[in-house]
């Protein structure tokens, strides 16, 4: 199985910045997109950003300008860089990644969430 583990999250103020880190370990071939998602309270889930194994990425409009994705293939690491932080970032951010197992002779691949870091920002 493969865990993705996830960290960084806190309290901060409005204008402020945080760095959320996930790590994912296990029955790793090869990891293809990893991304980030949200959940305030009362809303569904929602994509913040995603980066493909060729570190293509994409944004949700909310957060152009102020997040940014990076991952280190090396390290199985995924990161979000998030500045000027505003209340509405207010929200459990959980890792996702799609990744390609050993399975006896063969690969699968499925998809996995970690357990969610909490992120407040206050005004």
């Known amino acids: 199985q493969v865990q993705l583990v996830e960290s960084g999250g806190g309290l901060v103020q409005a204008g402020g910045s945080l760095r959320l880190s996930c790590v994912a370990s296990?029955?790793?071939?090869?990891?293809?997109?990893m991304g980030w998602y949200r959940q305030a309270p009362g809303k569904q889930r929602e994509l913040v950003a995603r980066?493909?194994?060729?570190?293509?990425?994409n944004y949700a409009d909310s957060v152009k300008g102020r997040f940014t994705i990076s991952r280190d293939i090396a390290k199985n690491t995924v990161y979000l860089q998030m500045n000027s932080l505003k209340p509405e970032d207010t929200a459990v951010y959980y890792c996702?990644?799609?990744?390609?197992?050993?399975?006896?002779?063969?690969?699968?691949?499925?998809?996995?969430w970690g357990q969610g870091t909490q992120v407040t920002v206050s005004s």
């Open positions: 996702n990644a799609d990744v390609t197992s050993y399975s006896g002779p063969r690969r699968e691949t499925n998809n996995y």
């Open positions: 980066i493909a194994s060729g570190s293509s990425t």
């Open positions: 296990g029955n790793i071939f090869s990891i293809n997109t």
